[in-house]
C-alpha cells in the first residue's frame, strides 16, 4: 500500500482559480496524474498552462511527448507512472456484457483480452466496485473474490503475452436497470432524478432507468470508500493500475453535473462542491494503490463547470502518468 503523504508535491498554485477550486473542494494534497490523448488536446492544455500552475509539469509533460515525434514513435516503450508499456496503442475501454451469472470475468473474457495484449495498455471494460454500481446486464464487477480470481486469469493472460492492462472502475449511478442487477441492489446517485435516456433490459430491450435514491450525505464516504476497495481488488488480481470512469452520465459525472445534482450539502451547489465527489475518490483509490497507477476518463464535462474549466479540448482521455506533481490535475473540459 502506498502512502499518499510520501507522493511528491508541485508547487501552490495560489492564482489558479483551477486549483483554489480545488483546494476547496478538499484536494489540497492531491498526485493524480493525467494524459491527454491527441496532440491538439496537449498543445491546447499548453497554452493554458500560464494560467493553471496547479497544472504546468503535466503539460509540459505532454506537450514535449508529442512535440516532434513521428507516427513511428507509437511503437517506442513507454513508462506511464508505474506501468511499462511495450508500446503507446491504448485500448479504450468497451462494455462487453460478457460477465458470468456472478458478474464474473469468463473465459471467453479471458480470450478477449488475451487477443488484444498487442495493445501497450488495455482499459478494460467498466467494471462495477459494488452491486449498486451496476446498470447494464452482464457487467463484470470487482467486489467479489470470485470476480478477483476472474480478474487474475485475465490479467495473467494479457501480461503473458507482454501487455500491460489498467481496470475501469464504473459506477453507473442513476443510469440503471433494476432487472440488470442484483434484487437487493440499489439504485442511488446525487439527487432523486431519473435520467431520461433508456437502457436496455435483460433481453436488450430499452427500459427506463430507475428513479434513483439520493444519497445522504453521510453515505457517501462509503460509498467513495467502495471505490478504494475496489481498486485495491484490482491490483490483488494483478492489475497494473485503474481508470476512473467519470463520464456518460455516470455516478462521478452526475455529481459534476448540475442536472443530476440538486444537492444542498457540501456535495452540490457550486463547482467546488460538485467536483468534492471525484477529488475525494481519487484521493480515496490512489491513497489504496498510489496515484502512479491511477486514471481518470473524462470527457465533454458540462458548461456549468467553466469556472474550473482552464483547458478546452473537443475530449480528453485521462490514463496512469509518469509524474505526480499536481494537486489536482483534472484537465476538465467543455
Ligand atoms: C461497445 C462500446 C462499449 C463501450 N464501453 C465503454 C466503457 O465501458 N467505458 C468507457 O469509458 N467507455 C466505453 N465506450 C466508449 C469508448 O471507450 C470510446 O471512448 C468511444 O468508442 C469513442 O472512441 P474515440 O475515443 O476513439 O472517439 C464504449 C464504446 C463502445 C463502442
Given at each position: 500500500?502506498?502512502?499518499?503523504?510520501?507522493?511528491?508535491?508541485?508547487?501552490?498554485?495560489?492564482?489558479?482559480?483551477?486549483?483554489?477550486?480545488?483546494?476547496?473542494?478538499?484536494?489540497?494534497?492531491?498526485?493524480?496524474?493525467?494524459?491527454?490523448?491527441?496532440?491538439?488536446?496537449?498543445?491546447?492544455?499548453?497554452?493554458?498552462?500560464?494560467?493553471?500552475?496547479?497544472?504546468?509539469?503535466?503539460?509540459?509533460?505532454?506537450?514535449?511527448?508529442?512535440?516532434?515525434?513521428?507516427?513511428?514513435d507509437?511503437f517506442q516503450s513507454l513508462?506511464?507512472?508505474?506501468?511499462?508499456?511495450?508500446n503507446r496503442?491504448?485500448?479504450?475501454?468497451?462494455?462487453?456484457?460478457?460477465?458470468?451469472?456472478?458478474?464474473?470475468?469468463?473465459?471467453?473474457?479471458?480470450?478477449?483480452?488475451?487477443?488484444?495484449?498487442?495493445?501497450?495498455?488495455?482499459?478494460?471494460?467498466?467494471?462495477?466496485?459494488?452491486?449498486?454500481?451496476?446498470?447494464?446486464?452482464?457487467?463484470?464487477?470487482?467486489?467479489?473474490?470470485?470476480?478477483?480470481?476472474?480478474?487474475?486469469?485475465?490479467?495473467?493472460?494479457?501480461?503473458?503475452?507482454?501487455?500491460?492492462?489498467?481496470?475501469?472502475?464504473?459506477?453507473?449511478?442513476?443510469?440503471?436497470?433494476?432487472?440488470?442487477?442484483?434484487?437487493?441492489?440499489?439504485?442511488?446517485?446525487?439527487?432523486?432524478?431519473?435520467?431520461?435516456?433508456?437502457?436496455?433490459?435483460?433481453?436488450?430491450?430499452?427500459?427506463?432507468?430507475?428513479?434513483?435514491?439520493?444519497?445522504?450525505?453521510?453515505?457517501?464516504?462509503?460509498?467513495?470508500?467502495?471505490?478504494?476497495?475496489?481498486?485495491?481488488?484490482?491490483?490483488?488480481?494483478?492489475?497494473?493500475?485503474?481508470?476512473?470512469?467519470?463520464?456518460?452520465?455516470?455516478?462521478?459525472?452526475?455529481?459534476?453535473?448540475?442536472?443530476?445534482?440538486?444537492?444542498?450539502?457540501?456535495?452540490?451547489?457550486?463547482?467546488?462542491?460538485?467536483?468534492?465527489?471525484?477529488?475525494?475518490?481519487?484521493?480515496?483509490?490512489?491513497?489504496?494503490?498510489?496515484?502512479?497507477?491511477?486514471?481518470?476518463?473524462?470527457?465533454?464535462?458540462?458548461?456549468?463547470?467553466?469556472?474550473?474549466?482552464?483547458?478546452?479540448?473537443?475530449?480528453?482521455?485521462?490514463?496512469?502518468?509518469?509524474?505526480?506533481?499536481?494537486?489536482?490535475?483534472?484537465?476538465?473540459?467543455?
Amino acid at each position: 500500500m502506498s502512502d499518499s503523504r510520501s507522493v511528491p508535491r508541485g508547487p501552490a498554485a495560489p492564482n489558479s482559480v483551477f486549483s483554489q477550486r480545488a483546494m476547496e473542494a478538499g484536494a489540497s494534497q492531491h498526485a493524480i496524474t493525467v494524459r491527454l490523448a491527441s496532440a491538439r488536446a496537449a498543445r491546447s492544455a499548453n497554452n493554458a498552462a500560464g494560467r493553471a500552475p496547479g497544472c504546468t509539469h503535466i503539460v509540459q509533460s505532454e506537450a514535449s511527448a508529442t512535440k516532434g515525434r513521428t507516427m513511428a514513435d507509437i511503437f517506442q516503450s513507454l513508462n506511464l507512472g508505474a506501468i511499462s508499456l511495450a508500446n503507446r496503442v491504448v485500448m479504450a475501454p468497451m462494455t462487453r456484457s460478457r460477465g458470468g451469472p456472478q458478474d464474473e470475468p469468463t473465459p471467453m473474457m479471458v480470450e478477449y483480452y488475451r487477443q488484444r495484449a498487442g495493445a501497450g495498455l488495455i482499459v478494460t471494460e467498466g467494471t462495477q466496485p459494488c452491486p449498486a454500481g451496476k446498470g447494464y446486464w452482464r457487467t463484470p464487477g470487482i467486489h467479489s473474490e470470485a470476480q478477483v480470481e476472474g480478474w487474475r486469469l485475465v490479467a495473467d493472460a494479457v501480461h503473458t503475452a507482454g501487455g500491460a492492462i489498467v481496470l475501469q472502475i464504473m459506477h453507473v449511478g442513476r443510469a440503471a436497470v433494476r432487472a440488470n442487477k442484483d434484487p437487493g441492489a440499489e439504485t442511488v446517485a446525487p439527487s432523486a432524478i431519473a435520467s431520461r435516456d433508456p437502457i436496455p433490459g435483460p433481453d436488450g430491450t430499452p427500459v427506463s432507468p430507475d428513479t434513483p435514491r439520493a444519497l445522504q450525505t453521510a453515505e457517501i464516504a462509503g460509498v467513495i470508500e467502495t471505490f478504494a476497495q475496489a481498486a485495491s481488488r484490482a491490483r490483488r488480481a494483478g492489475m497494473d493500475g485503474v481508470e476512473l470512469h467519470c463520464t456518460s452520465g455516470y455516478l462521478p459525472m452526475q455529481f459534476l453535473s448540475t442536472g443530476s445534482n440538486r444537492r444542498t450539502d457540501r456535495y452540490g451547489g457550486t463547482a467546488a462542491n460538485r467536483v468534492r465527489f471525484v477529488v475525494e475518490t481519487l484521493e480515496a483509490i490512489a491513497g489504496v494503490i498510489g496515484a502512479d497507477r491511477v486514471g481518470l476518463g473524462c470527457v465533454s464535462f458540462p458548461a456549468t463547470l467553466s469556472t474550473i474549466c482552464m483547458m478546452t479540448t473537443r475530449r480528453t482521455r485521462t490514463l496512469p502518468c509518469s509524474t505526480l506533481s499536481i494537486r489536482w490535475g483534472l484537465p476538465i473540459c467543455t
